[in-house]
């Protein structure tokens, strides 16, 4: 026996699939992609890396735009990790010795910022921590993922 | 085939002849210093043990002269006191340990990138901070102490860049191969502070391969070599190996060729270098390399490159600002063997001693940075 509440609401799905085909999709996901989406969607990726390239190696311009202050001994991400050697961001999630706990690759930059370069501690979602995430993981491309990796 | 490796079958097939290799009479055998200090904790050390740890002394002796020993730093990459004290603290530690060696070191020799930045009040920083000590000094420039003025302030300060002397059987050498980069700063208008920061930069682009010894310094070794008898000891000091060994990072000169081509008629030459922040061997041709530590921070081994003659240094921890750098020691007997020992604070094993003790135990693919190659850079 078909009660009313299902039929309701059998209706409803029924009424917004229609709209959907009828009207056209309003959502990017559900079309071909284009040439020029793919292009956008790059250049948004980029955009972040070429920011994050700029903290890594130190870009006081980039840091006072972000509102981050990532040093305060003049020493820069790079300095260590030329080319972001070292970093491993493939090994994250893990145990990170320093911090004594099961660490994340965000809470790595973030010891990094705070302990060798003194600097003050970013927001995990800030534009900032997403844009020095971007350069690293880029940079990185290619290396195979091994969480947890000592 | 990459470009990278089409240049090392050019290096295997141009250097690594068969049958050349330093004279096996000069052995080279591996050591580590157990400091004193990391056994029964340092603050129970007497002073002579606690100034041991930062130094790079060398030993060498020649069948007919006495042995002696000469102090190594390098890579101090001074920031003004009021910006950095930590690079500060441990060059003054550096120098009051040359300065405590007992027996005295016969000289020391400074291996380039006194400064950051190139600027004056760190290069009369590192001045006054190696007036602590008092015997001879020897000083060959790095890029950071160049490309602000040009070298200017370091000719006033410690005189030409490259010169020789011969010490108790041994020809020194000191080269200098960074002032020969190629102008990449006139065309763009930069102002010298821009110029420099692309040079401090050990992975950025825009300089590229500014690291030389150049022809008519080429030269200059070949006449000065020309005097020296070809199986007598020669040392060779520059801020980079004179071999290629990573070229985005500048560890290398870009005319190791031409090097190789003067260098090869002797047969006990030993190349010492800085630049590369970390423990580093090689054998190229009959010339051997030996890469020291710094004072101020270690890098990490290049992706690329590491000669296979080299034992990895241990994974550093960075929360420790004085782990990974330290000193060396190259000590040869009156029969010509010679060891090579490397000191870092705090460390009883400066070898990895498993290969997860190792940083290149993790395996890694990277890329070059592009953000100071896009306008405005």
């Given amino acids: 026996m078909i009660t009313r509440t299902t039929f309701s609401r059998t209706m409803l799905v029924g009424v917004l699939g229609a709209v959907a085909v009828l009207v056209g999709p309003v959502d990017a996901h559900k079309t071909p992609i284009k040439p020029d989406q793919l292009k956008a969607y790059q250049d948004a990726f980029m955009e972040e890396v070429r920011k994050g390239d700029l903290l890594f190696h130190g870009d006081e311009a980039m840091a006072k735009q972000m509102g981050v202050v990532l040093s305060n001994t003049g020493m820069a991400c790079a300095m260590c990790h030329p080319q972001t050697a070292d970093t491993h961001p493939h090994t994250f999630p893990k145990f990170q010795a320093q911090m004594a706990k099961f660490a994340t690759l965000r809470d790595m930059i973030n010891w990094c910022i705070e302990k060798p370069n003194q600097g003050e501690k970013i927001d995990d979602g800030s534009d900032a921590m997403k844009a020095l995430e971007a350069y690293i993981y880029w940079s990185n491309s290619g290396s195979v993922l091994m969480p947890g990796k000592f | 085939m990459s470009e990278l490796e089409q240049d090392r079958r050019e290096i295997a097939t141009v250097l690594n002849q068969p049958g050349v290799r330093p004279d096996p009479k000069l052995r080279i055998t591996r050591r580590t210093l157990i400091h004193r200090s990391c056994l029964v904790g340092a603050a129970t050390v007497a ?141 763009k208008k930069m102002s010298p502070e821009e110029r420099m920061a692309h040079m401090s930069v050990l992975d950025g682009t825009v300089a590229g391969p500014w690291a030389g010894v150049g022809r008519e310094q080429l030269d200059w070794l070949q006449k000065t070599l020309s005097t020296w008898d070809r199986n007598r000891p020669v040392v060779i000091f520059s801020h980079n190996p004179l071999y290629e060994y990573y070229p985005p990072w500048n560890f290398w000169v870009r005319d190791w060729r031409e090097v190789n081509d003067v260098l090869k008629p002797y047969t006990k030459v030993t190349n010492i270098h800085g630049h590369v922040h970390q423990v580093l061997y090689n054998e190229i041709g009959s010339v051997r390399s030996i890469g020291m530590l710094a004072t101020a921070w270690p890098w990490p081994y290049a992706p690329e490159g590491v000669p296979k003659l080299t034992k990895p240094m241990i994974r550093v921890d960075p929360g420790d600002i004085y782990d990974g750098v330290g000193w060396g020691k190259v000590d040869a007997t009156a029969k010509d063997e010679v060891d090579v020992e490397y000191v870092m604070w705090g460390r009883k094993e400066v070898f990895a001693q498993s290969p997860e003790d190792a940083s290149k135990s993790i395996p890694e693919v990277l890329r070059p940075r592009i953000a100071d190659t896009i306008w405005p850079y």
Wanted: negative net charge.
């Fill in chain 2, 47 to 187: 002073e002579t043990f606690a100034w041991w740890p930062l130094m790079n002394t060398l030993d060498i002796a020649h069948a007919a002269e006495p042995p002696f020993k000469f102090a190594w730093i390098s890579d101090t990459h001074l920031y003004p006191r009021s910006l950095n004290t930590r690079f500060v603290e441990k060059t003054v530690r550096a120098a009051k340990e040359v300065q405590a060696m007992s027996p005295p070191a016969d000289f020391l020799i400074f291996g380039g990138d006194l400064a950051q930045l190139g600027k004056i009040e760190e290069l009369e920083l590192g001045n006054e901070i190696l007036k602590e000590v008092k015997i001879r000094k020897v000083f060959i420039p790095g890029e950071h102490d160049w490309y602000l003025d040009m070298g200017k302030k370091w000719g006033e300060l410690f005189g030409p860049a490259n010169w020789t002397f011969d010490h108790k059987g041994v020809r020194f050498i000191g080269l200098d191969t960074v002032s020969r980069a190629p102008d990449y700063w006139s065309m």
